[in-house]
């Protein structure tokens, strides 16, 4: 008991759960997935092959998941990190009452189920003329539209879906971070004559600049590992690829063909694309830099 009162051992005890489950649930599985990269894996058996599955990657069908994923990403950026800064600005201002009610509203979406909140999209953005969107579109003189079957449409649908349940979440990340913002600043601005869109650039967006990276890395992150909101409007494939995504593109090819060792081959591919953009929005944004972030 000594002991595990001590200051030198309690900390170590306190990581302890943080640490086996990185290492059993993350590390482990990872160094698994790269060996396995480099393997013909058939039931009961597995085969080292080199670079041979490596070799298979870039073909059409992971340039369009890789393009998807792309488009994906950029969208789901630009939208998750403005439109949060000036929503959490309204938020914050003094006009809006209830703010409790609407920070707990705002939450809400992240803690539904992707699978019931995209089987509730699929049936609004269904093809029929009864559909909401099509209601609404019927509503101002155009034709219905087959919205799982065009790429642009497609990709909104993903789009759409991952905006409703992270923009609250997002809202209050930078909710959270304008409370930290001196109030003497702006008092001092005011002082100065500078109006509201001089206060919000030059005072409020200085300090909202470590929220910002990390909202942008988790998006980024995110976006190229979504895969739920491909599969809850095609399942197992979209027509001419328009929903796959590098993913959705690993369970095709490593669950439904059984091609484990290429399945891991393209994680590994992904791994690394994540890792250098990340690195790169890191070092563009100065999150590097001591004192930033």
Known sequence: MQMVNSKKVAP?????PFLLSFLLLTLYPAVQAF??????????????IGWSNYERIFNPTFYDALKN???????????????????SVFLNSRLVKFKTLFRA?????????VIVAGTIFRMMFGESD??????????????KIDWRYHSWSAMFLMVILC???WMGVNILYFLAALQNVPKELYEAADIDGAN?????????????KPITIFVVTISIINGFRMFEESFVFWETSSPGNIGL?????IYQQGIQMNDMGFGAAVGVVLMLIIFVVSFIQLLLTGAFKRGDA
């Not at 170590?12 to 302890?16: G, S």
């Not at 509201?196 to 909202?208: D, E, G, S």
């Not at 995504?245 to 593109?249: A, E, F, L, M």
């Open 12 to 16: 170590y005890i306190f990581v302890a």
């Open 35 to 48: 060996i396995m990269s480099f393997q013909r894996i058939l039931p009961g058996n597995s085969q080292f």
């Open 69 to 87: 994923t792309t488009i994906y990403v950029i969208l789901t950026v630009l939208i998750l990190t403005i439109f949060p800064i000036i929503f």
């Open 105 to 113: 509203s705002l939450f809400i979406p992240s803690l539904t189920s």
């Open 130 to 143: 009864v559909a909401v969107a099509n209601q609404i579109v019927g509503f101002f003189g155009l034709d």
């Open 163 to 165: 905006t409703w349940r």
């Open 196 to 208: 509201v869109f001089q206060k919000f650039f030059y005072v409020t967006l200085p300090f909202l």
């Open 245 to 249: 995504t590098v993913v959705g593109y």
